[in-house]
């Protein structure tokens, strides 16, 4: 059995442990990525469930698929809006 150089050793052993930190912060991206693909893909479908139920279209304002794609206003100052959609989407007026 041949003795191991310490040095070379704990800089090979240093050079996985970067390269795991590395693969493990693209891997927590690419989950995050997919997480907020699947809750885009839910609220489309959601949305698209609303439209399926019309028979005709729209003519004026519906609450149901105003609510199945709309998350929130913000008001500033000076009588500014915000309106931001489920999907992220920002409209300001």
């Known amino acids: 059995m041949t003795a191991q150089n310490q040095d070379e050793y704990n800089e090979h052993y240093n050079?996985?442990?970067?390269?795991?930190n590395r693969e493990k912060?693209?891997?927590l991206s690419l989950q995050k990525q997919k997480d907020?693909?699947?809750a885009k893909?839910?609220?489309?479908?959601g949305f698209m469930l609303e439209l399926s139920k019309r028979?005709?279209?729209?003519?004026?304002?519906?609450d149901n698929l105003?609510?199945?794609i709309f998350d929130k206003t913000t008001v500033f100052h000076a009588g500014r809006a915000?309106?931001?959609?489920?999907d992220g989407t920002k409209i300001e007026v």
């Not at 893909?41 to 479908?45: E, T």
């Not at 915000?82 to 489920?86: L, N, Q, V």
């Open 15 to 20: 050079a996985l442990v970067e390269q795991h």
């Open 25 to 27: 912060v693209k891997s």
């Open 36 to 38: 907020e693909r699947l």
């Open 41 to 45: 893909r839910d609220l489309i479908g």
């Open 55 to 62: 028979k005709e279209l729209l003519a004026e304002f519906d």
């Open 66 to 68: 105003w609510v199945s």
């Open 82 to 86: 915000a309106f931001t959609f489920k």
